[in-house]
């Protein structure tokens, strides 16, 4: 089910910052460190010169009153990350340049990340000084050099927590079965597949309708159609996975069935490879260029 959206939060034009030891809660010193913007939006960093203090340092600049970020959750987020250097602190990577959020798995983050937003609130703007021993370690992503200290700002927009799912019936279509509850599980028959592509709204949510170019936290299950063979699913470990749609990163499927959905429901597709992975199969998933898939999805927000 979709999360309730907490109220922006508005920050002074420039606000100076006192960074706190992420490890004693103790005073780091001033460092002149300004961060200023809506939470929510791209913010203004103006970085002190020299390098930041040593060891990890944690700051609240906006403090939400949305629900608790918990171990397995899945965090949505809008942030900015920099190499801190002293010298030109290099923007290394934003949500912002992409124009969406981002998914933090919770429990998979930087070690300095997960100290920096663990049992934060939901609207809460989180900013974080990250030793490399904290970091990436010994190899970091292009851009990030093994002993380079990092800065994030961090706005929490969603927390969805593990196991989140949406109420529906059993349904089917085509000869396909998905059954009901919050694990619903796919049965697909012996027969040959239809030749094209099919979806059916399972359960129909109350929430916003879904619109291209927007991210979408799902949970979801997909089989190959021949066989019957499951070749991935979230419900299990019970994380839900969260994709951009409209954008050519989703098979051309979750695009034509997602889109126009509104949050809250659940769909069943049928996939031809048209629709799927095309020609080229997906040989990790042991897909074959001919093979059409089936998945049933649980709309669980959007962004």
């Known amino acids: 089910m979709r999360r309730r959206a907490v109220p922006l939060s508005l920050l002074p034009a420039l606000l100076p910052v006192l960074l706190l030891a992420g490890c004693t809660g103790g005073a780091a010193g001033p460092l002149d460190l300004k961060v200023g913007g809506t939470f929510g939006a791209r913010p203004t960093i103006v970085f002190p010169g020299g390098k930041p203090a040593a060891g990890l340092q944690v700051d609240e600049l906006a403090a939400g009153d949305g629900e ?8 949505i987020v809008q942030y900015t990350a920099h190499v801190w250097n002293g ?47 904290d970091g990436f370690g010994a190899n ?28 529906a019936p059993a349904g089917a279509l085509a000869g396909v079965r998905a059954g009901g509850g919050p694990r619903p599980g796919l049965a697909v ?29 799902t949970q979801y299950e997909a089989a190959v159609w021949a066989g019957r063979r499951v070749f991935d699913t979230t419900w299990p470990a019970g994380r839900p996975k969260a994709f951009k749609l409209g954008d050519g990163t989703t098979i051309k499927a979750w695009d034509k069935a997602l889109v126009g959905v509104p949050v809250g429901s659940r769909v069943l597709m049928i996939v031809p490879p048209a629709y799927g992975y095309g020609q080229a199969g997906h040989p990790a998933y042991g897909i074959k260029g001919s093979d059409t898939l089936v998945f049933v999805v649980d709309v669980i927000a959007a962004y």
């Not at 608790?68 to 965090?75: P, T």
């Not at 970091?140 to 109420?167: M, N, Q, R, T, W």
């Not at 239809?194 to 309708?209: C, H, Q, Y």
Request: proline share 10%; charged share 20%.
């Open 68 to 75: 608790r970020l918990a171990a397995d959750d899945v965090a």
């Open 87 to 133: 010298r030109d602190n290099r923007l290394v990577d934003s949500s912002f340049n992409r124009g969406t959020p981002a998914a933090f798995p919770v429990g998979q983050l930087l070690p300095g990340l997960e100290r920096a937003l663990s049992g934060r609130r939901v609207g809460s703007r989180v900013i974080a000084a990250i030793p490399p021993g």
């Open 140 to 167: 970091p992503p292009k851009g990030v050099g093994a002993g380079d200290e990092l800065f994030y700002v961090v706005d929490i927009l969603g927390a969805h927590h593990k196991g989140a799912s949406v109420k």
């Open 189 to 217: 028959p012996v027969t040959a597949p239809p030749g094209g592509f099919a979806a059916r709204v399972l359960a129909r949510g109350g929430g916003p309708r879904v619109r291209a170019g927007q991210l979408v936290v």
